[in-house]
């Protein structure tokens, strides 16, 4: 298969193409496009929510989700992997009541930041409301 050279300037290594970047700076430009993002996040006063007891625990409510769902609600179900996310069914957006008393669900991490994060984006544009948990029964 043909190859091209890294888009990384200065970098001469050979990426597949249809590939931009290296591993080295496929990770590098990653990060240096989530910090305007995550600094944005940091100060938001709910993000301590997380680091609560209560939260994060071994009594709070981020196990208790996962002992009552250890798998995740989204993969296919003859894969399922074990959760280590416990997310808002409904985005909380800082809401104190929904962040702490509302519907969570179990999710793998490739499912949270691929497919339920496609999901809340499609919903910002105006696009059809996609609801994530699935319907009947969810264990597998």
Wanted: with cysteine.
């Amino acid at each position: 298969m043909p190859k091209k050279p890294c888009a990384h300037p200065g970098c001469s290594r050979l990426v597949d193409l249809g590939t931009t970047y290296c591993e080295t700076h496929a990770a590098q430009n990653k990060r240096d496009r989530d910090r305007l993002t995550d600094a944005k996040r940091a100060n938001k006063p709910c993000r301590k929510w997380y680091k609560r007891t209560a939260w994060k625990g071994p009594k709070g409510r981020r196990e208790r989700q996962f002992e009552a769902e250890p798998r995740c609600e989204m993969c296919p179900a003859h894969s399922r992997q074990l959760a280590t996310i416990a997310d808002h069914v409904i985005p909380h957006n800082g809401d104190y009541g929904l962040f702490w008393f509302g519907e969570l669900q179990s999710l793998c991490k490739p499912c949270h930041d691929i497919k339920k994060q496609r999901a809340e984006r499609r919903e910002g544009r105006g696009g059809a409301k996609v609801h994530t948990l699935s319907t009947g029964d969810r264990r597998g």
